[in-house]
Structure formats: structure tokens, C-alpha cells
Antibody
Framework: QVQLVQSGSELKKPGASVKVSCKAS????????MNWVRQAPGQGLEWMGW????????TYAQGFTGRFVFSLDTSVSTAYLQISSLKAEDTAVYYC??????????????????WGQGTLVTVSS | DIVMTQSPDSLAVSLGERATINCKSS????????????LGWYQQKPGQPPKLLIY???TRESGVPDRFSGSGSGTDFTLTISSLQAEDVAVYYC????????FGQGTKLEIK
């Protein structure tokens, strides 16, 4: 089972950008989907989308297109979430989670068996 | 999108008693080709990430105590904690992975 370690908390001003990292260890980095999940303060879990660790092809959920970008650096077994033009409503904990098997063509859905510890992004002037 | 609705929103149970959380999906998450329900349960304690408890609706993840069990099929599912322990205080989420992903709104479990 893969272990996921995320970067630390961030405090950003509205309009700025942030890049959250998620480093995988303990298992091979490719072959599965790396998912991103948002949890606003006191709220539930919201799936943002995934990235195919074989191909780097991202899939974004509704509501997470445009300002949100998923990327990979396979040389360091790390996935990234970048959010641009930050708004106060982006304040949340962001989790990476592995789940679903991927081929070179696509990913299948699967349960999330490993989670990062979460990264708190606070957007405030 | 498949909507997941949990009930109740919060629940208070005495130590050693049974806790039951329900989850209903807006459409079936039973895949006919493999006869599996694409439904998982997660536990989230304050300040921690969610932890997988149950997958395929009833398969317990390795290391999860056997007081946790999952049941149901199609659109109606249940997570049962047979004898509540103090460490089980948490928020519990169901998740469907039949068609992308959606989570239930969560059920907060407390000690009575």
C-alpha cells in the first residue's frame, strides 16, 4: 500500500496561486489514479478529480475546471495540485488519495485505500 | 451524478451499544458484470484524514476491528458498529465509486 505525504499549510492572499504536493512512497508510483479531495471547514468531502499516474492525463470533476490543475513529476513520485486566482471560498483542507487502477488508456474507479495527511490552504487578505 | 444520502446526520450511542448508520444512493451502485456494490465507508476523526473501513459494501479493510461491518445492496447500505468503543467517536462517510465518486454528507457519531 502506498504512503502519501503532503506539503505543509499555506496562507495566501486572494488572487494568488498555490501548489500542493503529494509524495508517494512504499509502492510503485504508477498504475493507479491519484485523486484530490477537498474539505471546507466543518464540511464534508468533495471529490475534485484524478490524474492517471501512467499518462499524466487529468480528469476534473464539475466545479473544478479552469483554476485547478493536476500534474505529476514521476521522477520524484510526486503529484501536485495547483490552484490559481485563489478566492476566500477555496479555504479548505486538500487531500490526495490513491484509488482506482489505471492503464495507459484510462482509469477505473476504486475505493481510496491511502490518503495524505491533508494540506490546509487558507485564503485571506 | 449519483447522490449519496446518509441518515441520521448525527447519532449518540452508549458505550458497548450498537450504532447503525444508513446510506442511500440515488441509483444502484451494483455492477451486474461482477455482482459487486461499488460502495465504501470511511471514518474521519478530528484533525485526521479519512480512513477506509469497508469496501465493496461489506469487505472489511485489513486491520479494521471486526465490530465494524457493512451490509446492503443496490441503493441501500448500512454501516454497523456492534459494540461502540470510545475510540469510534468520529464522522463516518459513505462513498460510491460506481460512476466517478460522490460522498454522503457524513454522520457524526458521539457517546451518549
Amino acid at each position: 500500500q502506498v504512503q502519501l505525504v503532503q506539503s505543509g499549510s499555506e496562507l495566501k492572499k486572494p488572487g494568488a496561486s498555490v501548489k500542493v504536493s503529494c509524495k508517494a512512497s512504499g509502492s510503485r508510483f504508477t498504475g493507479y489514479a491519484m485523486n484530490w479531495v477537498r474539505q471546507a471547514p466543518g464540511q464534508g468531502l468533495e471529490w475534485m478529480g484524478w490524474i492517471n499516474t501512467n499518462t499524466g492525463n487529468p480528469t476534473y470533476a464539475q466545479g473544478f475546471t479552469g483554476r485547478f490543475v493536476f500534474s505529476l513529476d514521476t521522477s520524484v513520485s510526486t503529484a501536485y495540485l495547483q490552484i490559481s486566482s485563489l478566492k476566500a471560498e477555496d479555504t479548505a483542507v486538500y487531500y490526495c488519495a490513491s484509488g482506482g487502477n489505471c492503464s495507459s488508456a484510462s482509469c477505473d474507479e476504486g475505493y481510496f485505500d491511502s490518503w495524505g495527511q491533508g494540506t490546509l490552504v487558507t485564503v485571506s487578505s | 451524478d449519483i447522490v449519496m444520502t446518509q441518515s441520521p446526520d448525527s447519532l449518540a450511542v452508549s458505550l458497548g451499544e450498537r450504532a447503525t448508520i444508513n446510506c442511500k444512493s440515488s441509483q444502484s451502485v451494483l455492477y451486474s458484470s461482477d455482482n459487486k456494490n461499488y460502495l465504501g465507508w470511511y471514518q474521519q476523526k478530528p484533525g485526521q484524514p479519512p480512513k477506509l473501513l469497508i469496501y465493496w459494501a461489506s469487505t472489511r479493510e485489513s486491520g479494521v476491528p471486526d465490530r465494524f461491518s457493512g451490509s446492503g445492496s443496490g441503493t441501500d447500505f448500512t454501516l454497523t458498529i456492534s459494540s461502540l468503543q470510545a475510540e469510534d467517536v468520529a464522522v463516518y462517510y459513505c462513498q460510491q465509486y460506481f460512476s466517478t465518486y460522490t460522498f454522503g454528507q457524513g454522520t457524526k457519531l458521539e457517546i451518549k
